[in-house]
């Protein structure tokens, strides 16, 4: 069975990742986007509970005075239920088939650790939320220049909102 664990902050916590993506778009000279935040997503492949994902992300994932976890992206549907009026779009980064996640990798022996047994693989990747007026050809180049390595990460995106 495959699970995705996402982690983010908890509103009213500075997101400094979504910060320094949001200074670094408009480095770049792009205007009209108004915040990002960021996720990291954990994909979690192998014989295992929802409570043991749930102590997994407890205990392993995620930091609970400042960020807040879920399972198969609620973190994600959370915050956009959160924000007045959401409009702009989801990105959403992963490694390329093939290419070494070391993190995930860490995260596997870290829950072994903890003595969940049965997964077989973690695969790591990040969730974006970039909210603002900006059309699919900027979000584009945000991915290319900004988001995703392309040589080794794929990435994909969608509208949100209006």
């Avoid at 009213?12 to 205007?31: A, F, N, Q, R, S």
């Avoid at 997503?41 to 976890?69: A, C, M, P, W």
């Avoid at 915050?79 to 596997?108: N, R």
Wanted: glycine letters at 12%; one cysteine or more.
């Amino acid at each position: 069975m495959a699970w995705i664990v996402e982690v983010g902050h908890k509103e009213g916590v500075t997101d400094p990742v979504g910060y320094l993506i949001k200074k670094e778009i408009e480095d770049l000279g792009i205007k009209g986007v108004e915040e990002v935040k960021s996720f990291n997503t954990y994909g979690i492949t192998g014989e295992v509970s929802e409570e043991e994902l749930k102590r997994i992300g407890q205990e392993l994932l995620h930091d609970n005075q400042t960020q807040h976890f879920g399972l198969h992206g609620k973190v994600v549907e959370k915050t956009l239920m959160d924000i007045k009026s959401p409009k702009g779009w989801l990105v959403e980064v992963t490694f390329k088939a093939g290419v070494t996640d070391a993190v995930g990798m860490s995260t596997l022996n870290a829950i072994e650790i903890l003595g969940v047994d049965g997964i077989r693989n973690v695969r790591t990747g990040e969730k974006y939320l970039i909210l603002g007026d900006i059309p699919e050809e900027t979000i584009d180049k945000i991915c290319r220049a900004v988001l995703a390595n392309p040589l080794i990460q794929d990435y994909s995106y969608h509208k949100i909102g209006d």
